[in-house]
């Protein structure tokens, strides 16, 4: 249920390459992931024993660095730097804006703290919390929208990463049934064509214990 | 007073760039500042009636990637993707992380306040925000220290783009009087160092009406 490790899952997943996971509670402020990550956020990505590379931005950035630039017109990043430019706007928009004003309380107060022990922050949900957090999602679903309808992918003409941020972070609430998909008719079709990608089936068939996802959520046809 | 349009400012400066800058004051929302970057953050770079370009990690990004690479052993930038990751680390740790613990809070309630009308939320300052970004302010500092007394520059041997932002956001504080650099004399050393730069000169030179800085502020043996 983290939207950036999501993010990063589907980027890798693009370029073929397999990653293994390993789940991390940031709250519980393990020694060791501290000592890899003084920021204590996810994910981190690891490679052959080298430094972690810690971020979803960042992980992002060192996969186009060491996998797009050798995939050529399949790159998830364009070229001219003005259009990175929009790319790396919408996959920060995804990554940190949403998060904080979005996703975070809703997978914290629906989720998590059912998890977390009661030192750790767990117990019963803030209402107020989640309330907020769905008038805030209210907006950004429907700056979604205006980009799909504007656009034939969010950041251009084509596929690019920030298709891939905005799509993990919008299958998260849509796992918790939070999205009203008939209110933006043009967001639902964008994120029925990435629902659709190859990459994209191994979260579909995840499961949190104790939360069943909605009913229409691994539908490629919703 | 905007830490990260002082990274902005210093990056161009190193690259013998001129900025024409335009004051914002993001508390305002002006609709053609939000037309522009519904984020409503700063800074905001626009090149040649381009389109406009947005954010400090972002605007840095192209600033390396349209006047960096030109720069050959200038580049404030390294190459190998694994030594990006950790320039991008401490950037982002410095514009985003640093801002959102400390900064802001400081800024806000020390100068910003000042100027903002009452609907805005301007008045009188907020004694415990000021004193929860104090704490925070010990930690990063300490950090700092740490980088320099592990590094020659905060990410690696060489000076990066990590650094410009580092003392960009140091700058402010120091500004208020709000370093206490004897404690930590590796991280003065190394501030000391970015601050004799001749991309340095203009933001040392330049005051807050009402709000004089520290003895010390301009100081280059401080």
Redesign the interface.
């Known amino acids: 249920m983290s939207a950036t490790s999501r993010y990063i899952r589907l980027l890798a997943g693009e370029y073929g390459e397999k990653l293994d996971l390993v789940e991390e509670k940031p709250w519980e402020r393990r020694r060791e992931f501290l000592a890899m990550n003084?920021?204590a956020t996810l994910p981190v990505l690891i490679e052959d024993d080298?430094?972690p590379?810690?971020?979803g931005?960042?992980?992002g950035?060192?996969i186009d660095?060491?996998r797009g630039v050798f995939s050529r017109d399949k790159r998830l990043m364009p070229e001219k730097?003005?259009e990175?430019?929009?790319v790396?706007?919408l996959t920060?928009?995804f990554v940190?804006?949403f998060d904080q004003e979005v996703t975070r309380y809703l997978v914290r107060e629906r989720i998590f703290k059912l998890e977390m022990s009661k030192e750790d922050g767990g117990g019963s949900p803030d209402a107020s919390a989640i309330r907020a957090a769905r008038t805030n999602s209210r907006h950004h679903l429907r700056?979604v929208g205006w980009l799909a309808e504007n656009r034939n992918w969010l950041a251009g003409s084509r596929m690019s990463q920030a298709d891939l941020a905005a799509a993990a972070a919008l299958s998260v609430l849509d796992y918790l049934g939070e999205i009203p998909w008939e209110n933006e008719p043009a967001a639902k079709e964008w994120y029925s064509r990435i629902k659709s990608r190859p990459s994209f089936r191994p979260l579909l068939s995840e499961k949190v214990r104790g939360v069943p996802p909605v009913r229409h959520y691994a539908d490629l046809d919703f």
């Open positions: 003084p920021a080298g430094p590379i810690v971020g931005v960042i992980v950035e060192y660095e060491t730097p003005i990175r430019a929009e790396r706007r920060e928009w940190e804006k700056y």
